[in-house]
């Protein structure tokens, strides 16, 4: 989305740390988390640390890390990466704990963006919500999202049978593009 970070890896660590900043992580949880080999992390992780973006310490055998808030560049850096990274991160938080949630994922232009193609830039977020939950509790979440990002925030409700069966032209559409799942839909067990 945004080319001015040096990679894909840093972005999403820099995401995961400041979005998110009163929380430490391992660097395994983190490795799983962005989806990178550990050694990769690890190195992503020595740099921020060299240029003082994030601050680290070991608990026992493992080394947690979190963002360097205060710091300098911590609130630009916050805004930043809140506009151009941080949506799934925020409706990852509020949109899982809802009940009746079987599946949540972003998809149109944010997640298309997200995902490397290139266009303009996202003016809002499009929000794929699974499951039987209130349309209160969905729409409530919406508006959390929206005051945190600044963007207005569409959310989609559908039923499981109504995704799995793909029947109607919006389904297919939501399918055959971008997605970016923050909860994926599990198998029923039978």
């Known amino acids: 989305m945004l080319p001015i970070f040096r990679s894909r890896h840093q972005v999403e660590l ?62 630009p850096l916050t805004e930043l990466l809140t506009l151009a990274f941080g949506p799934h991160i925020f409706i990852e938080r509020e949109f899982s704990a809802i009940r009746k949630v079987d599946a949540v994922a972003v998809f149109g232009s944010w997640a298309t963006r997200y995902q490397g193609e290139p266009g303009p830039p996202p003016n809002d977020i499009d929000v794929l919500v699974v499951g039987r939950p ?17 963007m207005p925030v569409n959310p ?11 029947a109607d032209p919006l389904v297919q559409q939501i399918q055959s593009s971008p997605i970016v799942w923050v909860k994926e839909l599990a198998e029923e067990t039978a």
């Open 156 to 166: 989609v409700l559908i039923t499981r049978d109504r995704w799995r069966e793909a």
């Open 14 to 75: 820099l995401a995961l740390l400041y979005l998110q900043p009163d929380q430490e992580f391992t660097l395994t949880e983190l490795a799983g988390r962005i989806g990178v080999p550990l050694t990769t992390l690890q190195r992503e992780v020595g740099r921020l640390l060299e240029a003082d973006l994030i601050e680290g310490r070991r608990v026992g055998r493992a080394h947690v890390v979190r963002a360097k808030v205060p710091g300098r560049y911590a609130r």
């Open 134 to 150: 209130t349309r209160a509790d969905v729409y409530d979440a919406a508006e959390r999202v929206e005051r945190r990002i600044g």
